[in-house]
């Protein structure tokens, strides 16, 4: 049950929101291809080290945020801490804190704009960081599993083609069990369409791994490889995607060996 939600996490955020002085669209991007670029690092030290100057660098007087984009972005840098010390069991609980505290931060504010209507970046950010936190409590994935279900489906209800809230929904489904609505079938579905409405480089990498793994465990290894190679195309230089064709090699998908909290 703990694997339950161990996602790449992603979204991003609607142009309606935008403020005038800054090009937030722009700002995403640039995020994503700091992501790709992370799949270069060794070691999880080093990535934080990165991702620690790029915080740092984002929330800079130089970027006027608003209240949403400022909490979007504190989703994504926490976010990428916690896939960044995946593997390290000893440092990872430490960001335990700080997704619980994104998390209260973005129920308060949702209660405070309740009759606004939200972006489907927001809505997918919000899934992504409670998925993240629910990966060290049991309890919080019974209490929360659903209620992130209904967060990523409100994102596709803004944009019916967003591939990360599509990618996302899709891990929901392939963890969730039977019994809470979970399928590997629909789950596959799910992935299939992502890949097919992902246009950006990003978009192209993180939902081509997703896509390519869920075409192995089903047995179409040519096809899964040629996916895969593809979403390779878009950062030649990721050591994430050669771990994964290392692992499938071995007849293993990243699920089934337990990385998927470590693609990046």
């Known amino acids: 049950m703990k694997k339950i939600f161990m996602l790449l996490m992603t979204g991003l955020f609607s142009l309606s929101c935008f403020c005038e002085s800054l090009d937030f669209s722009r700002v995403v991007g640039d995020f994503m291809l700091f992501r790709m670029k992370l799949s270069e690092v060794e070691n999880s030290e080093n990535k934080m080290t990165e991702i620690e100057n790029y915080e740092n660098n984002i929330f800079s007087s130089e970027n006027e945020f608003d209240a949403d984009q400022k909490i979007i972005m504190e989703n994504y840098i926490a976010m990428e801490k916690y896939n960044a010390l995946f593997s390290d069991k000893t440092k990872v609980k430490g960001i335990q804190k700080t997704l619980r505290n994104q998390k209260e931060k973005m129920d308060a504010y949702i209660a405070e704009k309740a009759d606004e209507k939200m972006s489907k970046w927001f809505w997918c950010s919000y899934a992504d960081t409670i998925s993240c936190m629910m990966s060290f409590s049991v309890s919080d994935v019974m209490k929360y599993g659903l209620q992130v279900k209904e967060y990523y489906e409100k994102s596709l209800a803004a944009d019916?083609?967003?591939?990360?809230?599509?990618?996302?929904?899709?891990?929901?489904?392939?963890?969730?069990?039977?019994?809470?609505?979970?399928?590997?079938?629909?789950?596959?579905?799910?992935?299939?369409?992502?890949?097919?409405?992902?246009?950006?480089?990003?978009?192209?990498?993180?939902?081509?791994?997703?896509?390519?793994?869920?075409?192995?465990?089903?047995?179409?290894?040519?096809?899964?490889?040629?996916?895969?190679?593809?979403?390779?195309?878009?950062?030649?230089?990721?050591?994430?995607?050669?771990?994964?064709?290392?692992?499938?090699?071995?007849?293993?998908?990243?699920?089934?060996?337990?990385?998927?909290?470590?693609?990046?």
């Open 160 to 264: 019916e083609n967003y591939c990360y809230a599509l990618m996302n929904l899709g891990q929901w489904y392939y963890w969730a069990p039977k019994i809470a609505g979970g399928g590997k079938a629909k789950a596959n579905e799910l992935f299939e369409k992502a890949f097919t409405q992902a246009k950006t480089p990003d978009e192209i990498y993180f939902c081509g791994i997703v896509y390519s793994q869920s075409l192995f465990e089903a047995k179409k290894t040519e096809e899964s490889r040629t996916v895969l190679l593809k979403a390779k195309e878009q950062w030649p230089e990721s050591k994430t995607i050669g771990e994964i064709l290392s692992l499938n090699e071995k007849g293993l998908s990243i699920y089934q060996a337990g990385k998927i909290g470590q693609v990046e």
